[in-house]
Each structure stands twice: as structure tokens, then as C-alpha cells.
């Protein structure tokens, strides 16, 4: 039997544990805003994107459902608010069809001490239903290893590179 273990990603000020047969497939160690995207085995996706707090996070997600109705035809949208852990959340879930498949995505934004974080996720609707435990899993591994903007090393700073 082979065990699987969590693969760890720490990149610009982001910290989180995540599946290992899951991949990396878009980061930019200096990207502004902050942010990471996770690709599964299968259709689901999710990303995470880090603003300064003065962000609001109902305009974040307002943004995400603007953008994807512009991208996708006919696509349901239904306001949601969730909880993980003590931090609430809210945001939106949408559905629309791509291709022959029921994709089921949700955007949900938070606001905490130092910053705002959106996340967006998404998969075929089968599938949602089997990663939805993952997507919160992934969400309160972010919400739990967050650090304020302040102490996040400069990807280009010396004090953030291996010594030679």
C-alpha cells in the first residue's frame, strides 16, 4: 500500500499544504498581487490570490463572477457564505456548461488581519462533489499558515537566497 504524503508550497509570502499527486501549474515568485494555482488529477483547479487589505473582499468575487460571465455562456451565479474554521467567508458559486461537462466553480474571499485572500476554485460537478473536502482543506491550510505582507522575504533580496 502506498502511503501519500502533502507536498508543501512556500513561494512569495504563501504557505500551504497540498495533495501530492496534485500539481503547481502557474506561480510567479514575483507576481503583485501574490498568488498560486493547483491543478488536480482531474478538471478541478484551485487558486489563491493574496491583496493588501484594503482590498474589499465583495468586490473581489463580484470581479471573478463579472469575468467569468464574460467568458462562459449561460452561467448560473448564486451568492454563498461558508465558515472554515472561525474565519467566515463569502462569496459566490456559479455553474455553466463547458463543452459536454457541468462545471461547478465558487469564488469566496475573506478579509484577515493584514490581507484579503481570494479563491477560486473549480471542476466538473462530479468531480466538485469529490474535491470539495480537498478545496477546504487547501483554504484552511492557507488560512493557517498566514503571515503578515511585513514579514514576507524579497524573492530578490540576498537574505532570501541560497548562499553559494
Not at 12 to 23: A, F, Q, S, T, V
Not at 54 to 64: H, R, V
Not at 85 to 96: N, T
Request: glycine residues 4%; aromatic residues 10%; proline residues 8%.
Amino acid at each position: 500500500m502506498m502511503i501519500s504524503m502533502p507536498s508543501t508550497y512556500q513561494q512569495n509570502g504563501i504557505e500551504l499544504l497540498y495533495p501530492d499527486n496534485w500539481k503547481v501549474v502557474d506561480e510567479d515568485p514575483q507576481s503583485d498581487p501574490p498568488s498560486v494555482t493547483l491543478q488536480s488529477p482531474g478538471t478541478g483547479y484551485w487558486n489563491l490570490t493574496v491583496y493588501p487589505d484594503s482590498q474589499n473582499p465583495d468586490s473581489l468575487t463580484s470581479e471573478t463572477v463579472t469575468a467569468m460571465q464574460e467568458e462562459y455562456d449561460s452561467i448560473e451565479v448564486e451568492p454563498i457564505e461558508c465558515s472554515f474554521g472561525k474565519q467566515l467567508a463569502s462569496g459566490f458559486q456559479m455553474q455553466f456548461y463547458y463543452l459536454d461537462f457541468l462545471v461547478r466553480a465558487h469564488a469566496i474571499s475573506l478579509r484577515t488581519e493584514s490581507q484579503t485572500v481570494l479563491f477560486v476554485y473549480q471542476a466538473e460537478d462530479r468531480e466538485f462533489k469529490e474535491l470539495e473536502q480537498i478545496f477546504a482543506a487547501l483554504i484552511i491550510s492557507v488560512l493557517g499558515n498566514l503571515r503578515d505582507p511585513s514579514e514576507w522575504l524579497d524573492p530578490l533580496s540576498t537574505e532570501s537566497q541560497p548562499p553559494l
